[in-house]
């Protein structure tokens, strides 16, 4: 189903402005989401009985992307995780592009990992009310191909606030050398947040490396994200350093994908600039 509704018009992007000050806040909320392309899962069954979602439009998927707009609408910098970037299964529509214009963020980006031409663009997405500094996409190493992640730069220098935003793979041995991989990149930096779906649990092995290898801790642990209907794993993490203060974090009732999305309110430290 292709639908010109579905479309932006060009250039829509020219006119949005930032709905924050262009001063550097004192504070940022963060939104980490796993949405399953647009498609609502709330039973193991689904798996199976909506399986044909991952490659078929269907209209349901348009009315829950129009949702999830809604809800994220509060928040500074959103992490988006199983997004796709414009195939025959969405209509043709770049998910993260649209929900920027439901949400009326400024500033959006998309990694697509695992491009399949018109049947699937498996990607990670990026909207923020701030003007990053940098972007770079990082390829995370694995057997199989195709996971990634976005590091994003606000500010200038030492006190530059990275964020990296990512989806883990499903083996624990990829994980292993991919949060190795990671750690590397954070221990470079001073301020940083670590957020996305990260397929293990807070007191795995793989986190509890992490956090030995770098300073980054979890504020809150057992925040369960998985499944969505029945939350019973918390494989979804916004991981922070010491020099970040934790205002608050939870997980929000937004069953609209197979995952629920961790949000988490954090205190910047003054040298930290937003807006530079």
């Known amino acids: ?61 348009q009315t829950n992307l129009d949702r999830i707009g809604e809800w994220i609408a509060p928040y500074d910098v959103v992490g988006l995780q199983e997004v796709d970037g414009g195939s ?23 990694q697509t990992n695992r491009n399949m031409g018109q049947i699937a663009q498996q990607s990670n997405g990026l909207l923020c009310r701030y003007r990053p500094a940098e972007i770079r996409e990082h390829r995370l190493p694995g057997v199989i191909p195709g996971r990634g992640a976005l590091q994003i730069r606000f500010g200038s220098g030492s006190e530059a606030l990275n964020v990296f935003q990512l989806h883990m793979a499903l083996g624990r041995r990829a ?21 996305g779906d990260f397929n293990c649990q807070s007191k795995s092995r793989e986190l509890v490396r992490l956090g030995r290898r770098t300073r980054l801790s979890e504020p809150i642990h ?35 994908s197979d995952h629920l999305p961790i949000a988490m309110e954090l205190g910047l430290p003054g040298a930290v600039n937003m807006a530079a």
Request: aromatic share 12%; hydrophobic share 35%; net charge positive.
């Open 222 to 256: 057992g925040l369960q994200t998985f499944p969505s209907w029945r939350p019973k794993r918390n494989i979804d993490h916004i991981l922070v350093s010491e020099t970040l203060t934790v205002e608050r974090a939870r997980v929000l009732d937004f069953p609209l």
């Open 88 to 110: 025959f299964r969405t209509g043709f529509m770049n998910q993260v592009e649209y929900l920027a214009y439901k949400a009326d963020f400024p500033y959006w980006y998309i």
């Open 175 to 195: 994980r292993m050398r991919q949060l190795d991989y990671i750690a590397d990149l954070v221990n470079c930096h001073r301020h940083v947040i670590v957020m």
């Open 1 to 61: 189903m292709t639908n010109l509704s579905h479309r932006l018009p060009e250039g829509a992007y020219a006119t949005l402005k930032p709905t924050h000050s262009v001063q550097s806040p004192d504070s940022i909320r963060l939104l980490s989401y796993n949405i399953q392309g647009g498609i609502e899962t709330s039973r193991y069954h689904h798996y199976v009985t909506r399986g044909w979602k991952h490659v078929l439009p269907d209209q349901r998927r």
